[in-house]
């Protein structure tokens, strides 16, 4: 819902605080020196406009796609495809694309496929409003104003976000809301000043009526709770929950461990503790400070930051393999998890052992999950990797629709002896099923090369001209590549003897 629209006589007063009248609002010059005042980033010195494929298509009326573009500004000194722009209000790093140099005249671009916004982080921007105001700081008048007016026409942001700017605003309070989202994706940056950031937002709420908004009240409250000096953790658990406001998301680049996002560092610190950490935890659940972490949503749902409440919450459950209080619905509106579910469970765990809780919940009871409870399985490996052997062979006989690549993994990453990792997964090798015996024959390659080899050889003689899942996803695709990492003559002649055997292999349909 947009907020209510401000009053002449307000809108007049937020003005003739900076010394502009409503009169010169829009005009680019006024702009520039409300933007400046807002601590924003302005372009080096001689930098240069250039047009950049943005990673949006639109269609024509015949169904054809058209490139959207952005114009960003490029340092003068900037050599190579990938050397930074600096695309609205952040650095920009093009993905080996050479950026298009346009003259300074609105004519160059292609304003029909202008995309205003852009995402930097997790809250879009109106990339285009700022390089209009930098280009008029770089002298740049003509294409300044034109693409000021191109700008206030598109929205941008996600229509529930608090970060959301509609279109066709007056250039003034675009300006002001292009502030709130950058900083708000400054918030989500590792080691910003929050300090700083605080006193910026803070100041853009008093500024703009329009922004006062119950969610973003929310939001500062938190940042200045965050911020807020406080007494020292008491004990070393404390400790690790008190980094919990430096909780971030994983950066694009690193890697994934199966379909699982990589730990955050101070979230698996408090994770590796176990029940440790539950009574600390369960007195988090009121924490309304910031982390850093953004939930990104869908469909009606905006992206968010989380609070410590909710990071300590989403570890409670997966301790407990339990709900407490909440769903997934209700995470996505922010609900954190119940304190009273909580304690009711703790009481109960508490009663039947940390060992004895993960092992009787590390395998999900629903039969439609597939896949094993990742941090209850971490723990059983690092604290009592002697149940892992039961929690295979489990999975093996009598769960064989769940997925035991994170078991096979916790196996050979746990302290268990040699002998026994290597028994374990021979017996996975042979099973019927041929993802678990893809999931064992990966880690015996090096473990067992005798053993690896008779099983993949055999499995290559009895495969299936024509699987009997599609090609893309057949599961004898896998038993090809493993060939691919051996050296072994007769693993490939047994492969290439095989008929369909590269169509299957290599995934072609």
């Known amino acids: 819902m947009r907020p209510s629209p401000l009053s002449p006589l307000v809108f007049a007063l937020i ?19 409300l933007y400046t005042s807002l601590g924003l980033p302005l372009p080096p010195s001689g930098a240069r ?84 105001i930098q280009c008029q700081a770089l002298g740049l008048r003509a294409l300044a104003a034109t693409l000021l007016a191109e700008a206030l026409r598109q929205p941008c942001g996600h229509h529930f976000s608090g970060f959301f700017a509609p279109a066709n605003l007056d250039g003034r309070e675009a300006v002001l809301r292009l502030a709130w989202a950058h900083w708000g994706n400054e918030l989500t940056r590792p080691g910003s000043d929050r300090a700083v950031i605080a ?33 020292r953790a008491a004990g070393p658990v404390d400790a690790l929950i008190e980094d919990l406001v430096e909780v971030a998301n994983p950066a694009p680049d690193a890697p994934r461990a199966g379909r699982d996002e990589p730990q955050p560092p101070q979230r698996a610190r408090v994770l590796a503790l176990g029940f440790a950490a539950v009574p600390a935890l369960i007195r988090h659940l009121d924490d309304e400070r910031l982390t850093r972490f953004v939930l990104v949503g869908f469909n009606n749902f905006p992206p968010w930051i989380l609070r410590v409440q909710h990071v300590a919450g989403d570890l409670l459950k997966e301790l407990s393999g339990e709900e407490l209080g909440t769903d997934w619905l209700r995470r996505l509106q922010g609900w954190p998890a119940s304190r009273e579910a909580a304690a009711a469970w703790w009481k109960r765990a508490r009663a039947t052992g940390e060992e004895a809780w993960l092992r009787a919940h590390v395998l999900p009871a629903d039969p439609k ?33 769940l997925q035991s690549w994170p078991i096979v993994a916790a196996i050979v990453g746990s302290r268990l002896p040699p002998h026994t990792k290597t028994e374990l997964l021979l017996l996975g090798a042979r099973h019927a099923d041929l993802e678990h015996r893809r999931a064992a024959l990966w880690e015996l390659r090096e473990r067992a090369p005798a053993q690896f080899r008779q099983i993949l050889l055999a499995t290559l003689r009895l495969t299936p001209v024509t699987p009997t899942t599609p090609y893309w996803s057949c599961r004898e695709a896998a038993f090809a590549h493993l060939v691919i990492e ?22 072609w349909s």
């Open 199 to 231: 006193t910026r937002m803070r100041a853009l709420l008093e500024r703009l009526k329009a922004l006062d908004t119950t969610a973003n009240r929310a939001l500062l409250r938190s940042l200045e709770l965050t911020v807020a000096p406080g007494p």
């Open 486 to 507: 051996t050296d072994d003559d007769e693993a490939w002649r047994v492969l290439l003897a095989t008929p369909g055997a590269w169509t299957w292999g290599c995934g």
């Open 49 to 132: 406009p250039v047009l950049l494929d943005s990673q949006w298509r639109t269609a024509d009326a015949a169904g054809k796609a058209i490139q959207l573009v952005h114009v960003a500004l490029r340092p003068a000194s900037a050599a190579g495809p990938r050397a930074p722009v600096l695309l609205g209000t952040t650095w920009h790093t093009p993905a080996d694309q050479e950026p298009r140099a346009i003259l300074p005249e609105p004519s160059q671009v292609p304003w029909s496929r202008l995309r205003a916004c852009h995402g930097p982080r997790f809250f879009d921007t109106n990339a285009a409003l700022a390089t209009a």
């Open 369 to 401: 999950d597939a896949w094993p409870r990742r941090a209850m399985l971490e723990l059983l490996a690092a604290k009592y990797p002697q149940r892992l052997p039961e929690v295979y062979r489990t999975v093996l006989t009598a769960r064989p629709q």
């Open 15 to 33: 003005l003739a605080s900076a010394g502009v009248s409503s009169a010169d609002a829009a005009k680019p010059e006024e702009l520039l020196r």
